[in-house]
């Protein structure tokens, strides 16, 4: 034994054991399958993984078709008419099979072609919207690709936030919904849900909102509307951007054409087919004055609960006249620098009859009626002719037009001339200033500002000689409100444009009338009668000729501020004043821009239209205006004003002798 060899080794054996066996390769398929099964682990755990952190927080879904929304508000005119519609409109849901067939497909044309097919969300829309999220990190907001099963899940359950945590119960309620409701049920529900703009809930509210009808009633093109207002309903607006709506329309009605939902023939109809929208939303009319009184309603009567309907002093046919006069008369008066309006008409007991806040609404929503504040130039002189004649004054007064100084300021002139011996009613009318400045000395600047206060001035008062001339900054709607007592017999008139508020059902929360103060008179005679007298020469003969519209009684003043920043018309009839302003925002110069010209044509325009509406009488407290051949200084004096301003203006900053600058000395 002890000689006994060992066996020998086989070939390929490894060292101190059996020889070794070559490793057996896997084929193609089980490699497949291996790998398939590792990835569907993973993905497994992935899912269980992503269900178990974004299910965390997800909203109950036991409220599905519950619907929390703002209360709508609904905006009457005086007469009844639709004005506008603030807060959320829904209507009833609409059943899709009442609906044209078209109607549907032109939502899944454009929001989501392969709806019908995918469930609940679509992964190549996921892909590319995360590559486009990734190549423009930081450039905005996160772009979508989300299904109309998606779209829905948002509405319904979640915020609009533009998060991954958003997006990916996005997508975790979008498989439920799939899992739960047919295809139909999803659609039906995303029609009657989704927001179109416009404060519209659902087709059946944004077909009524835009078009005046029922959903079952929509062509092929205001579907395709419609259907493009889903990218952006501000942004798509057929009343905002009317060639953007237009040319997404255009895409929508292609793509409806692509999924052959319609024909070609039906495309080039609808292409061809003018869309009109509602007149009321089109038209956008008074959308100034609705946001003036939405913010009153709630301090009124609380944050509504429910829908409510608020009757206003507003006259739609005054009101739509009033824009076309400020938007035609601002674009007249371009070229001379005029970029901005505002227009307030009220009648004797306060009522805003007309409403203006700027020349577009559209393109500034900033309220120039009542937010703006801008220097009154010579539209303030009456009350500091209303001061001197209740101190005994009397039109016929004789003043001496010639050069003043007030402790170290020196008012002058337009022309640089002076008129020698005048009369209080010549000087007003042709708003003289040095005679304008003495007045207000002489009686007491705290006095015209007490008296410019009692009329319904609310804003602060300085004391400074200047004030005379209109160095106060008040709002269009002040002045407005302060010269009602002229036009109603010295009756004090506080502006407002809510008459009542009601709810929907017809239960009256606020009633204007209810507990309404005794009338206060403010003028007095025989100082209204002469105030009367003396305004109406300033539109019969004076600096406001251009005012004047034949057959009327009427009176008023113009104003134009220092540099030509601000130009004023105030004027009335019997118990009706509107006032107008024109200027820049940015409080610039225009060039030359007086009282008398861009501002006095706006009215003339305006009041052109509402004179034969308003059936008015003469103007209350004075006796009727006599036509009279002017006197011999009267004709010298406007063939002067005529010769030098081309009309009887005689508006400007003029000369100063003092260093400081001087923003009230324009006279009108």
């Known amino acids: 034994m002890a000689n006994a060899k060992p ?48 299910s ?47 109607v549907p497909k032109a939502f899944v044309a454009i929001e989501d072609r392969w709806f019908y097919w995918h469930f609940g969300f679509n992964p190549w829309g996921i892909v590319r919207s995360q590559v486009y999220d990734w190549t423009h990190h930081g450039a905005g907001p996160l772009r979508g690709g989300s299904t109309i099963t998606q779209q829905l899940a948002r509405n319904l359950f979640l915020t609009p936030n533009q998060t991954y945590r958003r997006k990916a119960q996005e997508l975790i309620l979008a498989i439920w919904l799939e899992a739960k409701f047919s295809k139909k049920q999803i659609l039906e529900l995303y029609l009657n849900r989704v927001y179109f703009g416009a404060g519209a809930y659902g087709i059946e509210a944004a077909s009524e909102r835009y078009f005046g009808k029922p959903a079952s009633q929509l062509s092929i093109g205001e579907a395709a509307l419609l259907a493009g207002l889903m990218k952006g309903p501000s942004r798509y607006s057929p009343v905002a951007a009317t060639d953007r709506a237009e040319r997404r329309t255009t895409i929508v009605l292609d793509e409806m054409y692509r999924i052959h939902a319609i024909t070609a023939a039906q495309r080039d109809q609808a292409l061809h087919t003018p869309v009109r929208v509602n007149p009321v939303l089109a038209n956008q009319r008074a959308q100034y004055f609705t946001d003036w009184v939405d913010d009153q309603v709630r301090k009124l009567v609380g944050e509504p609960t429910e829908d409510l309907v608020v009757e206003t002093t507003l006259d739609l046919p005054l009101q739509a006249a009033a824009e076309a006069a400020v938007q035609k008369g601002v674009e007249a008066a371009q070229s001379q620098g005029v970029k ?54 009397t039109p016929d007064t004789p003043v001496v037009d010639e050069p003043i100084t007030i402790g170290n300021w020196s008012p002058r002139n337009y022309t640089g001339q002076y008129l020698g011996p005048i009369t209080l009613e010549i000087a007003l009318k042709e708003s003289i200033n040095t005679v304008a400045a003495r007045l207000a000395s002489e009686v007491g600047t705290s006095n015209v500002a007490a008296t410019a206060h009692r009329l319904g001035i609310v804003s602060p008062i300085q004391l400074d000689p200047s004030m005379a001339l209109g160095a106060v900054e008040v709002s269009p709607m002040e002045m407005a409100q302060a010269y009602v007592p002229f036009s109603n017999g010295g009756i004090f008139a506080r502006g407002y444009g809510i008459e009542r508020i009601r709810t929907a059902s017809g239960r009256v929360l606020y009633d204007h009338n209810v507990g309404l103060p005794a009338p206060r008179q403010v003028i007095g005679q025989p100082a209204l009668s002469y105030m009367i007298r003396m305004m ?133």
């Open 536 to 668: 109406r020469q300033v539109i019969a003969s004076g600096t406001g000729t251009r005012a004047a519209v034949k057959g009327y009684d009427l009176a008023g003043k113009t104003g134009t501020t220092s540099d030509y920043r601000d130009a004023w018309f105030i004027g009335y009839t019997g118990g009706f004043v509107t006032a107008v302003w024109v200027g820049k925002d940015d409080n610039t110069p225009m060039r030359k821009v007086t009282g008398g010209g861009p501002p006095a044509g706006i009215w003339h325009a305006y009041m052109a239209e509402a004179l034969p509406r308003l059936k008015t009488a003469g103007i209350p407290g004075a006796e009727a205006p006599q036509a009279e051949t002017p006197d011999m200084l009267s004709q010298i004096i406007n063939g002067a004003s005529g010769l030098l301003n081309g009309d009887h203006e005689a508006e400007g900053p003029g000369p100063q002798s003092q260093t400081r600058p001087q923003p009230d000395e324009a006279p009108h």
């Open 340 to 393: 901005q309006s505002a227009l307030i008409s009220l009648d004797s007991e306060g009522r805003v009859r007309a409403y203006v806040g700027g020349v577009n609404y559209l393109q500034s929503q900033f309220d120039r009626a009542t937010s703006a504040r801008r220097q009154a130039g010579s539209s303030w002189k009456p009350f500091v002719y209303l001061t001197a004649m209740e101190a005994g004054r």
């Open 7 to 54: 066996p020998p080794r086989r070939a390929g054996g490894g060292r101190g054991g059996d020889p070794e066996e070559p490793p057996r390769r896997r084929s193609t398929l089980q490699s497949v399958i291996y790998w398939t099964l590792v990835a569907g682990v993973w993905g497994l755990i992935f899912m269980v993984a992503f269900f178990a952190v974004f």
């Open 56 to 102: 965390v927080d997800l909203p109950d879904t036991s409220k599905l078709y519950q619907v929390k929304r703002q209360p709508s508000i609904s905006y009457l005119d005086r007469s009844g008419g639709l004005v506008a519609v603030r807060g959320s409109q829904y209507a009833p849901p609409v059943d899709l099979d009442k609906l044209p067939p078209y």
